[in-house]
């Protein structure tokens, strides 16, 4: 199987359908932070074909992180939880790689999307951050 991981900047609607005609058979979005998902301020942009296709979220907060995958799993097959992006970006907020400090706290996050979707969840992670 080709997939088509996720990648800031690149894994948008265009891109991720032109990887679909060159046979990728799943394709991730770019991250999508869960708390601009939860207020409204960015969406999910899906084209007709784009199946199956996960929706990967990044966040450090466990309600923003439930509620933005409920939104999620209406476009997508399967929620991922960024714990691997090393941008400070993102670690200086919590999110991201530095969900890996605390695994505990992480497999519970995870293990809260995982109970509030239909959908299959996954986390996304990296070794030596």
Excluded: H
């Excluded at 899906?46 to 966040?59: E, K, M």
């Amino acid at each position: 199987m080709i997939g088509l991981a996720p990648m800031a900047g690149y894994t948008d609607a265009a891109f991720r359908m032109l990887c679909r005609k060159a046979g990728a058979e799943i394709a991730y979005t770019e991250m999508v932070s869960a708390e601009a998902l939860v207020r409204g301020k960015t969406e999910i942009m899906v084209r007709r074909g784009d199946s199956p296709l996960a929706v990967q979220l990044f966040g450090s907060r466990e309600r923003a992180l439930i509620e933005a995958a409920g939104i999620a799993e209406k476009k997508a097959d399967f929620i991922d939880l960024n714990a691997g992006c090393p941008s400070p970006d993102l670690t200086d907020t919590g999110a991201g790689a530095a969900l890996l400090r605390k695994p505990k706290a992480l497999a519970e996050l995870a293990a809260a999307i995982s109970s509030t979707t239909k959908k299959p969840a996954s986390v996304k992670i990296r070794l030596g951050w």
